[in-house]
């Protein structure tokens, strides 16, 4: 009886100890975890906190994260506090692009467009000077500075006839000069701070893929996977970037880690009107003079919220100057006109008067948000673009 008892205290005492060590082990791996998991704020944190604050605009910062895609900058990416913010950059670039042009625009009143054109090559003017400060002050290597060079490249190598665009790099699929200066090589930027955290964004064509930051190496295990399917800086270019598909399938191996994937190009709604239209071409005024123009009509999912439609058009001037295409600046004008419809049910919504932009530009564009979420039937909805007087318009839809 003593011998059983005895037994029976040893068992008891050795199913107490296992259990409080599984106990213990339980609270050990929770309390580890909770602590990884704060580790991983606070190193994210202090990887963002080296960043070169902004003084053009200021609240955006620039940081260098390793996206797989080589530039010889100190940054790499951009970081905004909201997405709204990221929308007020575009809108305050704009208009500082406008003022910087205008100004110079007095210097020249009185000359003809060539003579403007040959004055503005000889004391080095550029268009998109305010952009180029703003890259410069960020230390950061920027999309459009990418593509501006390569399509610089390109255009010297045009002759007569007709240009394949679809080998432009000017055509790439982020279409706004001011929205690349924002972007990095890889189309991507960051909204957030660390009180609540960083988000990644990168851009398509069919919308967006965005996902917490939580760890910079998952982060940049991420971003080597969809930069690896294309990107700018591969040869020839892909100016239509990567599809729905092959992003899904790139970020399949990530997907307990937050990866989202958004389509903002809205569904074929079929018949006769249409919600979201992207279309470019070119066309010859005379042996020494031709456009290059875009239109996109568009819902505004990003970054806005649904309700509003984005229209943009784009005229790109040029002229031959010693048996060589090249951009000129010129008096042009890019603008649209023409009759609405409700997006669903197709029904005449409004008529949108003649509204555009004229300037001496190498490249004018026209964005504008007409209110309401609407479309277009066929034969009733146009861009225009005109050079030295000359006009083109063709239709949306």
Known sequence: MKKTLIM????????YSCSSEREFDSETNSNSNAKTSAKGRESVCDF???STASTVIPGIKAVNLDNSLTTSCQNNILIFPTLQDYETAIVKLDQQIEDYNDAFDQQTAGMTDEEADDYAESVGFDENQPLIDFEKDMHFCSLRQHLAELDNAWVDQQVDGAWDLNTAPDEYYIDDETE??????????????????????KRYDWGYASFPINDIGTATDILTALNSITNPTQQPINIGGATQGQVSQAVEPYKDSGVTIVATVSTPQGGYCHSE?????????????????KHKFKDTHFPNATGNTLMKTYTRSYRKKKGKWKTFRATIFTGYYGKTATAYQCNDYGNEQ????????KKVKKREY??????????????????EG???????Y
């Open 48 to 50: 963002f906190e080296n």
């Open 354 to 361: 003649l509204t555009g932009k004229e300037k001496r530009r």
């Open 277 to 293: 239209i992207k279309d470019k071409g070119e066309h010859l005024f005379s042996s020494e003079r031709k456009i290059r123009w």
């Open 390 to 396: 000359n006009s083109y318009q063709n239709e949306v």
């Open 180 to 201: 690349r200066a924002l972007l990095s090589l890889g189309a991507e930027f960051i909204v957030g701070d660390c009180k609540n955290g960083y988000t990644l964004y």
């Open 370 to 387: 007409i209110i309401g979420d609407v479309a277009v039937k066929q034969n009733v909805f146009f861009s225009v673009h005109k050079q």
């Open 8 to 15: 029976s205290l040893i068992a008891s005492s050795l199913i």
